[in-house]
Structures are given as structure tokens and as C-alpha cells.
């Protein structure tokens, strides 16, 4: 089945360690993003990326980074430059123009 | 700026009952208009969308109709269920050049559905 995965579903950061969260998607689409989601919120967009080896800044980017070495994935790292990390992340991903974007389970990150 | 406005939650229905979750939107131009869902501890799943002004988005029974006049996609339900329990985010989509889309979200809707 195609699809989006994001692995881990939890994972644990501690003060000024930086921690990578894996998004890998088997559908062949070109477009990959990241949200993060807090608590009553919306989604907000942190990084997003259209081909390989290219990707620019959303509207939440700083104290994240990312690379897209290969089409089907599209990790982000959260750095110790990021005060309050807390929430819950979700990668998408779309196929060129089209507009619905598909969405993985999710990894919630929390803070020892 | 282009933004996306729900009403507040939670909504509390019993089964059976009549749903609605008003959306309102500001946008430049005539955005595509889309309802997500999210179960618990779940990622968004596509509900239904429309890209037009008149269009109606119908999926599982829940159904928008995109009313340009009022900027406005509200979502609707005939009869709700248990299972139905989940928070909906209304969306629009925004492209630029080059096909890049960028989805604005409201901050969700709760709906707790009681037998």
C-alpha cells in the first residue's frame, strides 16, 4: 500500500540535543512538507520541498533543518536552537501541481 | 493576509443529531477549499473539497458547498455518529508559481459524539 510513514510515534529530547524525525513516503510524489501542530491550534508550516536537493523555509522555520537527498524522504531535524519543541509533527506530501496533500500519522516529540 | 476562521469547539451531539461546523475564509482570488480530519492520535486524512465557487464537496455522508458570496464552507452532517468523534480542520489552498501549494488551516474543530 502507498502511503507516508513517520517513524518514531514518540521520541524524547533533551536539553540542547538535537533530534531527527524520519518521513518517508512510497507514492512517488515530488512536493514533501512539514507542520507542526500544537495543542487548539491549526497547522502551521515549518519546511517544505518540491524536487530533490531543494527545499525553502516556511512560515515557522527557525530552530528546524532538513534535507531531501531522496525523493521519498524528507527528514527534520529539531535543533537545541528550538525553545519550545513540544508538539506534534506531521509530514505531507503532494504529486506535482496537484493540490490535496497527504498526510503521515504523525510523531509527537516531548521534552525531558 | 489569507486566513481561515472555524467555530470554536468542542461540539457536543448526540448520535443521530444534525451537524454543522461553520468555516469562513479571506483569501485573494478564489482559493480551493478543503475539510480535513483528524482522529485521535492520528495524522489529517482529506475529508471532501471544492475547488469552485457553487461546488459541493460530499464524502461519508458529510458535505461543503463553497458559497463565494459569503466566504463560507461550512460542514454539514444529516445524521452524526459515535465513530464520527474527531477534530476537523477546514483549509485553503494557496499556489504560486513553479506548483509549490501551501495549505492555511483553522485551528480545528473538536466534535464529541455521545450515544
Known amino acids: 500500500d502507498g502511503g507516508i510513514t513517520q517513524s518514531p510515534k514518540y521520541l524524547f529530547r533533551k536539553e540542547g540535543q538535537n533530534v531527527t524525525l524520519s518521513c518517508e513516503q512510497n507514492l512517488n510524489h515530488d512536493a514533501m512538507y512539514w507542520y507542526r501542530q500544537d495543542p487548539g491550534q491549526g497547522l502551521r508550516l515549518i519546511y517544505y520541498?518540491?524536487?530533490?536537493?531543494?527545499?525553502q523555509k516556511g512560515d515557522i522555520a527557525e530552530g528546524y533543518s532538513v534535507s531531501r537527498e531522496k525523493k521519498e524522504s524528507f527528514p527534520l531535524t529539531v535543533t537545541s536552537a528550538q525553545k519550545n519543541p513540544t508538539a506534534f509533527y506531521l509530514c505531507a506530501s503532494t504529486e506535482g501541481s496537484v493540490e490535496t496533500q497527504y498526510f503521515g500519522p504523525g510523531t509527537r516529540l516531548l521534552v525531558l | 493576509g489569507d486566513s481561515v476562521t472555524q467555530m470554536e469547539g468542542p461540539v457536543t451531539l448526540s448520535e443521530e443529531a444534525f451537524l454543522t461546523i461553520n468555516c469562513t475564509y479571506t483569501a485573494t482570488g478564489y482559493p480551493s477549499l478543503f475539510w480535513y480530519v483528524q482522529y485521535p492520535g492520528e495524522g489529517l486524512q482529506l475529508l471532501l473539497k471544492?475547488?469552485?465557487?457553487?461546488d459541493k464537496g460530499s464524502n461519508k455522508g458529510f458535505e461543503a458547498t463553497y458559497r463565494k458570496e459569503t466566504t463560507s464552507f461550512h460542514l454539514e452532517k444529516g445524521s452524526v455518529q459515535v465513530s464520527d468523534s474527531a477534530v476537523y480542520f477546514c483549509a485553503l489552498n494557496l499556489m504560486f508559481s513553479g506548483g509549490y501549494n501551501k495549505l492555511i488551516f483553522g485551528a480545528g474543530t473538536r466534535l464529541a459524539v455521545h450515544p
Open positions: 520541498s518540491q524536487i530533490v536537493n531543494d527545499f
Open positions: 471544492a475547488t469552485k465557487a457553487d
